[in-house]
């Protein structure tokens, strides 16, 4: 996966980590490596270690030990979490590993024997255990009180909110399922109360993620659960009618074409929920969906992003794709542009194919090519920017909220539409007259300039 930029590389999302210690408080780092997944399992670590009193340090040096969550979704991602332990140890030398490659311990106790716990995904109680053991904890009750929404390492205007774990699709190029097992949804009423918490801390924008977003419920036969005196389903058209009340901005990644999806999209329109579906397409041919093990594979897909436009024209669509899969054909790889031109997604992500270690896929007649696979990314490439490029040009003279994520210390401020998601989408850039901004601002502005990924404003 070389070829994508690192905005596109779940792999390569990486946390900054702040906090303060007092004298002696039992302190830990952690390093943070894998996709809004695993950030969300971080924040969940460390929220529970700082109740139980323990510092969280920013460097090595500070810290008694160190936790590397660790990302083993492709080969160069565990070649690089394997990197991450090593660096942790010579700079630390008392690791714990957590974490999707915690499902291989051998794997990693082979290359670092030194490490002192290797535990796998959403193990908490085990890494909090092999905490105590490595720095047993010094609680102080009138210091280690925990922060009301726990602590998170995105920036505090947007949080990621995970409201399930696992999934049950076997899809061939996909380890997954192996390393985190089936669905797990978690309960209506915890998403909502840790929603609300969030949002009461000054969350302005929180970021709905999980495997298959789509299927959230099944496991629980959708059931129903007290909340704010109704009985409120584990189903995501619930969960996002819910979440839209709390009254900050609602984005929906990992969501499958089912065709219930159409639910949601009234909400969008409503503006209850953001009109942004992440949508994982991964290709159109039907025959490579089929070799894939893709769900939906058989859903008409450009007939559900017409009825969705229909319903919601504003609608921002985000996907992922894959060239060069197993037998995919120039006739396939052909379908995909014309399918691309037709759909005219607006924001497009794109993978090589490559081998992961346990795939089915790697046992697949008729890899294709390097070359080949090189040529149709270039192909495919071109064509989603063209699309990108046209689609933010018809949105000049436009007037939009965007939401505030940085400002530098020239003042320009690095904003985000309600159609982009932090770090996989593009900004809108407010170069002038921004005094008086503050990072998590909701503001309004005039479209001025477009180019291929990003826009820039003037506010109103
Ligand atoms: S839906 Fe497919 S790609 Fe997504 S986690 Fe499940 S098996 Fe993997």
Redesign the pocket.
Known sequence: MSQNPPDLRPDLARAAIRGETRPGQPTIGMVSLGCPKALVDSERILTRLRAEGYGISPDYTGADAVIVNTCGFLDSAKAESLDAIGEALTENGRVIVTGCLGAEPEYITGAHPKVLAVTGPHQYEQVLDAVHTAVPPSPDPFVDLMPAAGVRLTPRHYSYLKISEG?N???KF?I??DMRGRLQSRPVHAVLREAEKLVESGVRELLVIS??TSAYGLDRRYSAHPWQGRDVRSHLTDLARELGSLGAWVRLHYV?PYPHVRELIPLMAEGLILPYLDI?FQHSHPDTLKRMA??AAGARTLEEIAAWRAICPDITLRSTFIVGYPGETEAEFEHLLDWLEEAQLDRVGCFQYENVAGARSNALPDHVAPEVKQDRWDRFMARAQAISEAKLAAKLGRHLDVIVDDIDADGIATCRTKGDAPEIDGNLFIDEDTKGLTVGDIVRVEVDEAGEYDLWGRRL
Request: with cysteine; hydrophobic share 10%.
């Open positions: 999934c699709h076997k899809c996909c997954i399922p495997q298959d499958y994982p893709r769900p």
